[in-house]
């Protein structure tokens, strides 16, 4: 499989749920990104989180990072409508360090009001 | 608009022909990043430019494909003779200089080019 792997692939949840998306990579790494696409979008920036780094939060954003076991996980809690779009999950790997992003295939989140 | 620019974001070309693809940084950002995507899949990494300098084009074919940044203007991937397969869209992502446990990129809204 491929580094920055999420999974589930596709998510259907109610409005207002908490959404958690997972993602397993292989290299060890520098820091771990995670971008939000809507549909004929660019990739916006969500959250970047560090090696030394274990938990961090950014409005009903949480997202976790295990270096042992070479995971992450993003939880949208109280999530909207609006919510709804790609996410993908990025790593910027210690061997080629800042020269690029190897991304997973994405996770599909469908909100429904 | 101070985010990434991209244009055209709509790009059709029939086989052949050549494709240039054109991406303005964020202000302040001095390092370019372009990535392909396909139909339903994550992005892969092209190349990666700094000002007048080719960082790592390891994610580019050999062939056809050139990318440059050069000092006045902005960065442009170029694609000669372009085939069926060349179909996707493209994004180019921008990022400050590179620290200690990185920058995020920052992405513009892609150009979507289409091979009749």
Request: hydrophobic share 30%; proline share 4%.
């Amino acid at each position: 499989s491929q580094q920055g792997e999420e999974d589930p692939q596709a998510l259907s949840i109610q409005e207002g749920e908490n959404a958690t998306m997972n993602c397993s990579y292989k290299t060890s790494i520098n820091n771990l990104q995670w971008y939000r696409q809507n549909s004929g979008r660019g990739l916006v920036h969500l959250i970047l989180i560090r090696s030394n780094e274990r938990e961090k939060h950014s409005g009903r954003l949480r997202v976790t990072l295990d270096t042992s076991k070479k995971s992450s996980s993003l939880l949208i809690t109280a999530s909207r409508a609006a919510d709804t779009a790609s996410y993908f999950c990025a790593t910027d790997a210690e061997e080629t360090s800042g020269s690029r992003l190897t991304f997973g295939e994405g996770t599909q989140l469908t909100v429904n009001p | 608009n101070a985010g990434v620019m991209q244009n055209p974001r709509h790009l059709v070309r029939r086989r052949g022909q050549e494709a240039r693809l054109r991406c303005s940084p964020m202000k302040g950002h001095s390092h370019v990043y372009w990535y392909r995507q396909l139909p339903e899949e994550g992005l892969k990494f092209m190349v990666y430019l700094q000002k007048e300098n080719i960082i790592d084009e390891s994610g580019m074919p050999k062939e056809r494909f050139s990318a440059e940044f050069p000092k006045e203007g902005p960065s442009i991937l170029r694609i000669q003779q372009v085939v069926r397969g060349d179909s996707a869209a493209y994004f180019c992502a921008s990022s400050r200089k590179q620290g200690a446990g990185g920058q995020p990129q920052h992405f513009g809204d892609g150009t979507r080019l289409s091979i009749l």
